[in-house]
């Protein structure tokens, strides 16, 4: 992994000043194939929805990331035990899970999913939920890219599950694989 690009990558408290390109980013296609493929929402129920993940008492923590001042894509972490309706879809109880999205199709393709991943876990996501040991996160299973970053910084497979009729593949990472991963980067 790439020591330089690893450092230059911040997560910035989502703002509303954020929303415009985060909406932007919803639009483009290949944030749309995987994630709010469904439906894009209007901006009104967009805007709405975000401004309530920036209240500091919202479960899910959300953020902007960037690449030194450029922003490019969205990342939100959450304990699991706050979503039971998640937790029972993914059949696991305790941990963190994150969701994230490349938004900058400049940065799609070219190892910047598996940096993000691994320094957002190790400086943000554990950090914040500091009792929390294990990391879950899911991809469709047709999300080779994700699915390739995630199993790159050391998520391994635990099952696939069925949400609204696509096929996901749950993964899990636990917080000393990340550390120790994280610091091979950094003295690398």
């Not at 940096?115 to 469709?140: G, M, R, S």
């Not at 699915?147 to 993964?171: C, I, M, N, Y």
Request: aromatic share 12%.
């Amino acid at each position: 992994m790439d020591p330089a690009r690893y450092r230059s990558l911040r997560f910035d408290p989502l703002k509303e000043e954020d929303l415009p390109v985060l909406y932007s980013w919803l639009q483009a296609p290949h944030v749309r194939e995987f994630y709010h493929k469904k439906s894009v929402p209007k901006w009104e129920e967009m805007r709405a929805e975000y401004l309530r993940r920036l209240n500091p008492d919202w479960p899910t923590k959300c953020f902007l990331t960037c690449a030194g001042m450029i922003p490019m894509g969205y990342i939100q972490a959450y304990r699991v035990a706050d979503y039971p309706e998640y937790a029972a879809m993914i059949g696991e109880d305790k941990g963190i899970s994150l969701d994230l999205f490349i938004g900058d199709a400049r940065f799609v393709g070219n190892g910047w999913g598996r940096l993000i991943l691994l320094k957002f876990l190790n400086e943000v996501a554990f950090p914040l939920f500091d009792t929390e040991q294990i990391c879950w996160i899911y991809h469709d299973t047709l999300n080779g890219r994700a699915l390739s970053a995630s199993r790159a910084v050391g998520f391994r497979h635990v099952r696939d599950f069925t949400e609204e009729g696509d096929l996901k593949e749950l993964l899990a990472l636990h917080r000393e694989e990340a550390s120790a991963r994280g610091l091979g980067v950094v003295s690398g």
